[in-house]
């Protein structure tokens, strides 16, 4: 259950931190896959530079990505925010960010990932698994409140400078970092990024969002993926370095959450109540 006053943290800031969400053995073993793709060790610095663009890495369909999609605490908050348990996983990455040193490192530009002139209502949400404990400057998730407070205000009085308005708020936007195991949530409606990593650590993060789920067409396609192993058109369109498709190695085994929220099984009517 999310507390109120993360509730409130997350209506009136735009973001929230839920600590204690995702197990330590199954942030693990999204850091052993993501190890294993790069070819790093996560106790060897020498190893750590092979990063891909902004810390980006183009696994989707890997078992220990789908192992904490399908952790019930995940879906719960999803489902509590959502006032319904009907609920469908993305299929997004993991993130690898080592710390920057003196090394000039171009860092992404707040951006949203959805349409901001959308109502808040029906904006949804997203969110991100630490794996590990990060802290603010450690290549944090970082946002502009500020902005997000007065959007509306906002979109209207920069309508022809919004590219050069987020550009010149992203050296000073707000990091938030968090424990090992927290799921950071925030609108689709806030301006995001993530800061570069001035620890001496890397930043390890899984991505995780949950939306209602829609038509039956919709889930037989999302379905197909899963079992195909197909990332998704947004991911490819991005061309990240290592990217394949359909992804190679075993197909997930799913608990029946799990096969509802990767649209194999359909939900039930009686889902839309939001009690897990």
Known sequence: MLTKATKDAL????????NGVVPKPLCEAVIEAVASF???????????????????VPLHHHPALWEVRQHPAVHAIFAELY???????SVDRASFKPPAGDETVRISKLHWDADPRQPKDVAGYQ????????DDHQGAFCCAPE?????????????????EELAEATPHAKRVGGKAGSLLIWSRLMPHSSAR??????????????SPAADEAAR??????????RAPGWALRQKVRGQRDPEPGPVAELTSLGRRIAGLEA????AQAASV
């Open 11 to 18: 209506a009136e800031r735009g973001y929230a931190v839920v």
């Open 38 to 56: 790069l070819h790093v060790d996560p106790g060897d610095a020498s190893t750590w530079g092979v990063a891909h663009g902004h810390g980006i």
């Open 83 to 89: 006032g319904s348990r009907a609920l469908w996983s």
């Open 127 to 134: 969110g991100l698994v630490y794996l590990t404990d990060t």
């Open 147 to 163: 902005i997000y407070r007065d959007l509306p205000d906002w979109l209207e009085t920069h309508r022809d400078s919004i590219t």
């Open 197 to 210: 990593n001035d620890g001496a650590r890397p930043r390890w993060v899984q991505y995780v969002t949950m």
């Open 220 to 229: 037989l396609k999302l379905a197909a993926a899963f079992r195909e192993k």
């Open 267 to 270: 939900w039930p009517k009686t």
